[in-house]
Structure formats: structure tokens, C-alpha cells
């Protein structure tokens, strides 16, 4: 016995019918689509009907400390001043810059005082040193070069980082900087939970 051809084997699973009745029993690439489409969004809501886990899971409440970093009166532009927070442990070096122009997150009248943790988010390089007041920007990291602009909050303008530069969030109270949380993970840290 010998196989089918290709042309019998087509001919063995088309359809039989003929003008009017073809066109109702075969399906158009647009019928198609459209009933594969309709079928994936029914999966899809038949799936997420159910309770969602983000319900169950409970929130966790973080509490950073109130530490007092600088006066207003004493800040000149483009010259940073340094501290730790959200505590004295690694990695926990940021500055403190009054940039002259208005900062994301920034305090002050002009809202042009941002503070930053100093860590780079790559691979933990130290830019204690890599304020550029010309640009705004802290960097290049001396590992791999990211640059960091800090009237954007921290965002990542170059170099191998995913992640934006962890932005320390500011308070004042008449002359007195206060740092009073962190927005971004630190590097080396899992979270910047204080317990």
C-alpha cells in the first residue's frame, strides 16, 4: 500500500460543502482572531474572579527616625554636607545638597534642597565625592560609571544601575533639616526597615 500524497491528505480533511454552505461551515483568519481573542479573555477573568492574595497579606508599618541634619542658614549652594541615615549602620552615608534649582522631593523655598544616600545601586560603589554642581548629578561611580540626576529624585542617567539612587525624604521646621524617611532600597540591605 502506498501513502497518501499531500494532495490527497488535503483534499481528505477539507470540507465537502459548496457555495453558501462552505462559507458558513469554514472559519476566516478574522473570525478566527476574534474567537481566540474572546476565548483568552474569558480564561483571563475566570482566573482573577477569585480573592486576590494582595488582600491577605498584611502591611508592614515602618518607622524611620527624626534626625536633625542641617540648618537652612548655614546651607550654600552646590556645597554638600554629609550624614547617615537612616542609621549609623553600612552603607548609610547620604548627602545633603542645596542644588539652587528646584529638586524632586525638594525642600526648602525653593524647593531646591534634596538628600540622597550615597551608595551606588549597581554594586555598592561609594560617591562621597561625585557631586557634579554643573549638572545636578551625582557620579560617575568610580565601579562602573552610573550617573544619577538629583532634581529628577535620583533617577539613573547612565552607567550599568536598574535602579534609581535611594532618595532620603526631608522635613523642615523653621531653620532645621530634618531626614524623616527613605523612598528606594539601599544597597546591601534587604529593606530599610528600622525595628
Given at each position: 500500500m502506498n501513502a497518501p500524497t499531500a494532495m490527497e491528505m488535503e483534499k481528505s480533511h477539507t470540507c465537502s460543502c459548496s457555495g453558501k454552505a462552505k462559507k458558513?461551515?469554514?472559519?476566516?483568519?478574522?473570525?478566527?482572531?476574534?474567537?481566540?481573542?474572546?476565548?483568552?479573555?474569558?480564561?483571563?477573568?475566570t482566573m482573577t474572579a477569585g480573592k486576590g492574595k494582595a488582600e491577605q497579606v498584611p502591611a508592614l508599618v515602618s518607622t524611620y527616625p527624626r534626625k536633625k541634619i542641617a540648618k537652612l542658614s548655614e546651607l550654600k549652594q552646590d556645597e554638600p554636607v554629609t550624614f547617615e541615615y537612616p542609621d549609623e549602620g553600612e552603607y548609610a552615608s547620604s548627602i545633603l545638597v542645596k542644588m539652587g534649582k528646584e529638586g524632586g522631593g525638594g525642600v526648602g523655598k525653593d524647593k531646591d534642597i534634596v538628600a540622597f544616600n550615597l551608595t551606588c545601586t549597581h554594586q555598592g560603589g561609594d560617591m562621597t565625592d561625585g557631586y557634579k554642581p554643573e549638572h545636578k548629578v551625582l557620579g560617575p561611580c568610580p565601579l562602573h560609571l552610573s550617573t544619577y540626576d538629583l532634581t529628577r529624585h535620583g533617577i539613573l542617567v547612565s552607567g550599568q544601575a536598574y535602579q534609581s539612587l535611594p532618595q532620603v525624604l526631608l522635613e523642615v521646621d523653621g531653620d532645621d533639616v530634618y531626614a524623616v524617611g527613605m523612598f528606594g532600597l539601599i544597597y546591601g540591605r534587604y529593606d530599610n526597615l528600622i525595628s
Amino acid at each position: 500500500m502506498n501513502a497518501p500524497t499531500a494532495m490527497e491528505m488535503e483534499k481528505s480533511h477539507t470540507c465537502s460543502c459548496s457555495g453558501k454552505a462552505k462559507k458558513a461551515c469554514t472559519m476566516n483568519r478574522r473570525q478566527f482572531l476574534f474567537a481566540s481573542g474572546a476565548t483568552t479573555f474569558t480564561v483571563m477573568v475566570t482566573m482573577t474572579a477569585g480573592k486576590g492574595k494582595a488582600e491577605q497579606v498584611p502591611a508592614l508599618v515602618s518607622t524611620y527616625p527624626r534626625k536633625k541634619i542641617a540648618k537652612l542658614s548655614e546651607l550654600k549652594q552646590d556645597e554638600p554636607v554629609t550624614f547617615e541615615y537612616p542609621d549609623e549602620g553600612e552603607y548609610a552615608s547620604s548627602i545633603l545638597v542645596k542644588m539652587g534649582k528646584e529638586g524632586g522631593g525638594g525642600v526648602g523655598k525653593d524647593k531646591d534642597i534634596v538628600a540622597f544616600n550615597l551608595t551606588c545601586t549597581h554594586q555598592g560603589g561609594d560617591m562621597t565625592d561625585g557631586y557634579k554642581p554643573e549638572h545636578k548629578v551625582l557620579g560617575p561611580c568610580p565601579l562602573h560609571l552610573s550617573t544619577y540626576d538629583l532634581t529628577r529624585h535620583g533617577i539613573l542617567v547612565s552607567g550599568q544601575a536598574y535602579q534609581s539612587l535611594p532618595q532620603v525624604l526631608l522635613e523642615v521646621d523653621g531653620d532645621d533639616v530634618y531626614a524623616v524617611g527613605m523612598f528606594g532600597l539601599i544597597y546591601g540591605r534587604y529593606d530599610n526597615l528600622i525595628s
